[in-house]
């Protein structure tokens, strides 16, 4: 059974930059179908961000975040990463990591697509 855990997240200026980390624990990202990064704003709903696939390497990207945030993968080290940048207030936020274990990245833009998930960590940008 797999563990998700997100850090660096914090609080940043607009315009500044991020960059987030999930690290898997009790099973490789590797063996994952898709690894996917959502947020959840103050009163919204959770919603996409970016995933990518690990098989080829395909990735996605909300309309909101294209040009500003890159996901990336290190398979030796098991964890998944996204780099944000030109932050905007609109993005503050808690941000969830997740892996999809068994829906061969089908849903890869779908909560409904992902297994496990992390406890989230904070963004915050001021402006």
């Known amino acids: 059974q797999v563990q998700l855990v997100e850090s660096g997240g914090g609080l940043v200026q607009a315009g500044g930059s991020l960059r987030l980390s999930c690290a898997a624990s009790g099973r490789t990202v590797s063996s994952s179908y898709a690894m996917g990064w959502f947020r959840r704003a103050p009163g919204k709903e959770r919603e996409f961000v970016s995933a990518?696939?690990?098989?080829?390497?395909?990735?996605g990207y909300a309309d909101s975040v294209k040009g500003r945030f890159t996901i990336s993968r290190d398979n030796a080290k098991n964890t998944v990463y996204l780099q944000m940048n030109s932050l905007k207030s609109e993005d503050t936020a808690v941000y969830y990591c997740a892996a999809d274990y068994r829906r061969y990245g089908t849903l890869w833009s779908s909560q409904s697509g992902y297994d496990a998930w992390g406890q989230g960590t904070q963004v915050t940008v001021s402006s």
């Open positions: 990518i696939k690990w098989s080829g390497g395909n990735t």
